[in-house]
């Protein structure tokens, strides 16, 4: 896949694609069905498939100060997006130039002159340009006038509701995660690299890789069953493991991580990245009266996740 992280200067070869647009937030299955109609296009105009999205997100370039709400990093985003076989990622810088543009100077300067874009597909929600002026159903009209086909993809249902970020956001925050996963067609999934920290699960005999959280809309504190693809390093694969995401109560800490126990593996993870997804809520954080009784309930934990993830 490749990254183009400017309308300007444009080399070609990177022109032509026919795009589906959006912030693409957990890439969840409304965001799907904008890339398969884009998918479409590409294949009857034989063009190359892309994505159009912005960095940082348009919410967090007007409200730096906001809680964290992405569902994914940048970096998660690209690599689920290069799974669904996308060819060229449009991931613009979204700053105050960008902000400026109005509807009509956004469809002329950056899919029309900067990308060459030969189609678009966007949601029909899908809003664009200067204080939010430009409606999905605007784009026909603009791409009529500036050489390029515009497709409307039609909102995609859960439980007679549209699918939607804010929905997921919503199911992670109550500790819903088979209904987020439901939503996103895929497991939650928190990348990274393993960080170093203070060693207390190996001295329990539950090492735990510790991974950041920050940055990213916080999923309900507690114990999870988790399934763990290793992405990089001699261990590389997927396994199965118990997670706490949170404060660690125990321990009088309050920068919420997620930690991960890894079933049956022996190996050193530090420096390495690994994708944890969450399977199933166990139960919440809490403060036991002694590490026997911390160790007791990890190991209920530890049985509970592994009957969960041996059912799947």
Same mark, same amino acid.
């Given at each position: 896949?490749?990254?183009?992280? !400017? ?6 070869? *990177?022109?032509?694609?026919?795009? /589906? ?11 799907? /069905?904008?890339?398969?109609?884009? %998918? ?12 159009? !999205? ?14 964290? $709400?992405?569902?994914?990093? %940048? ?30 100077? $956004?469809?002329? #300067? ?20 200067? =204080?939010?002026? =430009? ?15 515009? !497709? ?6 859960? &439980?007679?509701? #549209?699918?939607?970020? !804010? ?9 819903? /995660? ?20 203070? +060693? ?15 940055? *990213? ?25 118990? /997670? ?10 309050? +920068? ?9 593996? @022996? ?21 036991? @009266?002694?590490? &026997? ?6 190991? =209920?934990?530890?049985?509970?996740? +592994?009957?969960?993830?041996?059912? +799947?």
């Amino acid at each position: 896949m490749k990254l183009v992280r !400017t309308y300007l200067d444009v080399a070609p070869s *990177l022109k032509g694609a026919a795009a /589906a647009i959006g912030n693409f937030d957990g890439v969840h299955k409304g965001h799907q /069905a904008v890339i398969s109609n884009a %998918r479409a296009a590409a294949g009857r105009l034989g063009a190359p498939l892309g994505i159009l !999205t912005f960095e940082p997100h348009p919410r967090e370039f007007f409200a730096p100060d906001a809680a964290p $709400f992405r569902l994914m990093s %940048r970096e998660t985003r690209a690599h689920r997006l290069e799974k669904l076989g996308v060819d060229i990622l449009y991931e613009l810088s979204f700053d105050a130039a960008l902000s400026a543009l109005g509807a009509e100077a $956004f469809a002329a #300067e950056v899919l029309a002159d900067g990308l060459g874009l030969r189609h678009v597909v966007v949601g029909q929600d899908f809003l664009f340009g200067k =204080g939010r002026s =430009g409606r999905a159903a605007d784009l026909p009209g603009l791409g009529a006038r500036h050489g390029f086909g515009a !497709t409307l993809s039609e909102m995609v249902d859960f &439980d007679g509701l #549209e699918v939607s970020s !804010t929905r997921i956001r919503t199911a992670l925050s109550e500790g819903r /995660a088979q209904a987020a996963a439901e939503m996103l067609g895929h497991l939650h999934r928190v990348d990274g690299p393993v960080l170093h920290g203070q +060693r207390r699960g190996r001295d329990l005999g539950f090492p735990t890789a510790n991974m950041s959280i920050d940055g *990213l809309h916080l999923p309900r504190f507690g114990v999870y069953a988790v399934e763990v693809d290793i992405l990089s390093g001699p261990h590389a694969g997927t396994l199965k493991g118990v /997670a706490s995401v949170g404060v660690r109560p125990m321990f009088g800490e309050n +920068r919420p991580n997620i930690e991960t126990f890894i079933f049956d593996f @022996d190996g050193e993870l530090y420096g390495t990245h690994l994708s944890v997804g969450l399977v199933e809520w166990l139960r919440p954080e809490e403060r036991f @009266d002694s590490l &026997d009784a911390l160790v007791a309930q990890m190991q =209920g934990d530890s049985q509970r996740a +592994r009957a969960i993830l041996d059912a +799947r």
